[in-house]
T-cell receptor
Framework: AQSVTQPDIHITVSEGASLELRCNYS??????LFWYVQSPGQGLQLLLK??????LVQGIKGFEAEFKRSQSSFNLRKPSVHWSDAAEYFC??????????FGAGTILRVKS | DSGVTQTPKHLITATGQRVTLRCSPRSGDLSVYWYQQSLDQGLQFLIQ???????AKGNILERFSAQQFPDLHSELNLSSLELGDSALYFCASSVESWARDEQFFGPGTRLTVL
């Protein structure tokens, strides 16, 4: 079975600072990878996805992620964090069919 | 707003009881997925329906069942509830059932079992 690891449970960054959230996956072939964000009391919103092709993908809200096959990673980045980015972020991979397998999530706190 | 609606938003019940969670997918979406989010298990896939038929099953307990109706709305039935069933239950929908199809998530139903 596929799995996703998000090694950081909590991350705190200052507003305006850059952000990188880590994600590692285990899968034999080229995976379909996603990043979702969950704001308090809300459902999950898709930030970006990777299927194939260019390994640097752009998403909504100024986020981007880079697929690195050699490191089995799909890290999420943002050059300048805003207070409204405070939320929980989930990395996910599609398993057979199209069920999503999620990582444990990373809670982002933004300090002003 | 994803276009996926879930009712009720909150549900408080007692152990041993049975509840039904309802999900209406986005207009035109044929697939419905159910996920459970709990503190100890994280976000887990439960089950998927596509155009009325069960398509995939995950870590869904035998006490849980689901169905998708002809109008494509779905219901998740949880019976003989235990304290450990307390969780946030999400429904998601997608246009078809391909791995590349984006899943749109509803706001969730928070179930509390006392």
């Amino acid at each position: 079975a596929q799995s996703v690891t998000q090694p950081d449970i909590h991350i705190t960054v200052s507003e305006g600072a850059s952000l990188e959230l880590r994600c590692n996956y285990s899968y034999g072939a080229t995976p379909y990878l996603f990043w979702y964000v969950q704001s308090p009391g809300q459902g999950l919103q898709l930030l970006l996805k990777y299927f194939s092709g260019d390994t640097l993908v752009q998403g909504i809200k100024g986020f981007e992620a880079e697929f690195k096959r050699s490191q089995s990673s799909f890290n999420l980045r943002k050059p300048s964090v805003h207070w409204s980015d405070a939320a929980e972020y989930f990395c996910a991979v599609v398993e057979y069919g199209n069920k999503l397998v999620f990582g444990a999530g990373t809670i982002l706190r933004v300090k002003s | 707003d994803s276009g996926v609606t879930q009712t009720p938003k909150h549900l408080i019940t007692a152990t041993g009881q049975r509840v039904t969670l309802r999900c209406s997918p986005r207009s035109g979406d044929l697939s419905v997925y159910w996920y459970q989010q709990s503190l100890d298990q994280g976000l887990q896939f439960l089950i998927q329906y596509y155009n009325g038929e069960e398509r995939a099953k995950g870590n869904i307990l035998e006490r849980f069942s689901a169905q998708q109706f002809p109008d494509l709305h779905s219901e998740l039935n949880l019976s003989s509830l235990e304290l450990g069933d307390s969780a946030l239950y999400f429904c998601a929908s997608s246009v078809e059932s391909w791995a590349r199809d984006e899943q749109f998530f509803g706001p969730g139903t928070r179930l509390t079992v006392l």
